[in-house]
T-cell receptor, first 112, second 113 residues
Framework: SQQGEEDPQALSIQEGENATMNCSYKTSINNLQWYRQNSGRGLVHLILIRSNEREKHSGRLRVTLDTSKKSSSLLITASRAADTASYFCATDATRGYSTLTFGKGTMLLVSP | DAGVIQSPRHEVTEMGQEVTLRCKPISGHDYLFWYRQTMMRGLELLIYFNNNVPIDDSGMPEDRFSAKMPNASFSTLKIQPSEPRDSAVYFC???????????FGPGTRLTVL
């Protein structure tokens, strides 16, 4: 299966700390995306990193991609209570026409 | 743009009843996706359309599920008859490319008693 898998399944930190979530996948990809889902809401796109990129930043978000290890990490710096949400990685395979395949997510709890 | 719109937001029905979920994608997007999310199985792609044409429905669990997209601004997902195991949150998403950023609706929480 192409499905990405996030690690850890759940993460609990204090405000101001950094949060790191990891995603592993199985086959070659064109790009990898990260999404956030607040409780009871739809997923919201955070960032896209292409297979030929190694690192990308967006505000307090930093994403890395290591295609040799088939893994990605999402770092949220100086976390806030509002960052509490589930975070999903999504990949599309290079083979044929590929839709996005989502992992099961990491639940992040940021306590004040 | 108001984003992807789904209705209803919540649906409670009894086993055996027909359920119809509705979606209005973002104007100009040529791809529309229907997903189902449960704790056990995560986010599953049920079916997707390109320019109103169903492309891949291999994720549709059974013949009880059907989806249509009669025009570029409207899609439905129908379950007939519904069963308790269909209880889940159903999301509609749209995008301007197959593997590009997807914009999700708020979802419909379906409970089948």
């Amino acid at each position: 299966s192409q499905q990405g898998e996030e690690d850890p399944q759940a993460l609990s930190i204090q405000e101001g700390e950094n949060a790191t979530m990891n995603c592993s996948y199985k086959t070659s990809i064109n790009n990898l995306q990260w999404y956030r889902q607040n409780s009871g809401r739809g997923l919201v796109h955070l960032i896209l990193i292409r297979s030929n990129e190694r690192e990308k930043h967006s505000g307090r978000l930093r994403v890395t991609l290591d295609t040799s290890k088939k893994s990605s990490s999402l770092l949220i710096t100086a976390s806030r209570a509002a960052d509490t949400a589930s975070y999903f990685c999504a990949t599309d395979a290079t083979r044929g026409y590929s839709t996005l395949t989502f992992g099961k997510g990491t639940m992040l709890l940021v306590s004040p | 743009d108001a984003g992807v719109i789904q209705s209803p937001r919540h649906e409670v029905t009894e086993m055996g009843q027909e359920v119809t979920l509705r979606c209005k994608p973002i104007s100009g997007h040529d791809y529309l996706f229907w997903y189902r999310q449960t704790m056990m199985r995560g986010l599953e792609l049920l079916i997707y359309f390109n320019n109103n044409v169903p492309i891949d429905d291999s994720g549709m669990p059974e013949d009880r599920f059907s989806a249509k997209m009669p025009n570029a601004s409207f899609s439905t997902l129908k379950i007939q008859p519904s069963e308790p195991r269909d209880s889940a949150v159903y999301f509609c998403a749209s995008s301007s490319g197959l593997a590009r950023e997807q914009f999700f609706g708020p979802g419909t929480r379906l409970t089948v008693l």
